[in-house]
């Protein structure tokens, strides 16, 4: 602990404790940022929700980078704008991932709206099709599909829409990712040929390399929503694209920022 910086301690700390209290001594359930949809939305979520984690192996990678790359950062800009741009860089994340959010669950809310009026097999299917790609019982839409005029049967497809559509909108968003991206983006435009030597690659790659090959896998993943993928691609790339900004704005004050 002697070599890590003060506010790069304090996180770890803070982040640490957070997890603890609210995982095993009381719900951190309403910290999270979930959608403006959800009856659990509030708006302190956008501060809140970066120090929340879904797990032991969540915390663990987010506090391990924020240990790896994020000490030289503190000794370039000091304590007190290191912490200044973790937490614009989290309440960036956070909010273009709502924006995106926002755009999907509009589709989401729609296609809901247009099944509950027209409650078909094949409107159905579509629509499981379309928001539970490949994760739905095929045997139920069949059934259904063979009892179209059943009454009971379209209440109860009725019904099942309508409860996957709130349990869609009340998934929250968590964790120091969006923060962590910022800081990995501002490691690789400060100090872009440093070698970096990772677990995953069998030889040394420079930090400018790597934060663009994993900026573009965080776009690719976020553009092809593979079934089951619950990370926030979204997030990472509005923390990594706020951190450029902030960046770009800070270049200009050369007396403070190099």
């Not at 509009?106 to 629509?127: G, K, M, S, W």
């Not at 593979?226 to 004050?253: Q, R, S, T």
Request: glycine letters at 8%; a neutral charge.
């Amino acid at each position: 602990m002697m070599n890590i910086t003060p506010m790069v301690r304090n996180l770890l700390i803070i982040n640490l404790v957070a997890f603890i209290a609210f995982s095993y001594f009381g719900s951190g359930n309403m910290f999270a940022l979930y959608d403006f949809r959800s009856a659990n939305f509030r708006p302190y979520q956008f501060l809140t929700h970066m120090f929340m984690h879904g797990g032991w192996g969540h915390l663990f990678s987010n506090m391990f980078s924020l240990f790896i790359f994020g000490p030289m950062l503190e000794y370039r800009w000091g304590p007190q704008r290191f912490l200044l741009f973790y937490l614009i860089t989290g309440f960036g994340a956070s909010v273009l991932f709502t924006a995106v959010r926002s755009y999907e669950f509009h589709q989401l809310e729609q296609d809901t709206v247009q099944y509950i009026a027209d409650p078909t097999p094949i409107n159905f299917r579509n629509y499981l099709e379309e928001h539970l790609t490949g994760r739905y019982n095929e045997q139920a839409v069949e059934q259904f599909r063979k009892n179209a005029s059943d009454q009971s049967m379209v209440k109860a497809t009725v019904q099942s829409v309508r409860n996957l559509y709130n349990d869609l909108i009340n998934v929250p968003m968590l964790g120091a990712s969006g923060a962590v991206f910022g800081i990995l983006m501002a490691f690789g435009m400060l100090f872009p040929n440093t070698e970096l030597m990772l677990l995953f690659f069998p030889f040394p790659i420079k930090a400018k390399y790597f934060v663009m090959l994993y900026g573009a896998y965080e776009l690719y993943a976020g553009i092809q929503r593979n079934p089951g993928d619950n990370v926030a691609h979204y997030a990472h790339l509005g923390g990594m694209l706020f951190a450029f900004i902030l960046l770009k704005v800070w270049e200009k004050d050369k007396n403070h920022f190099y």
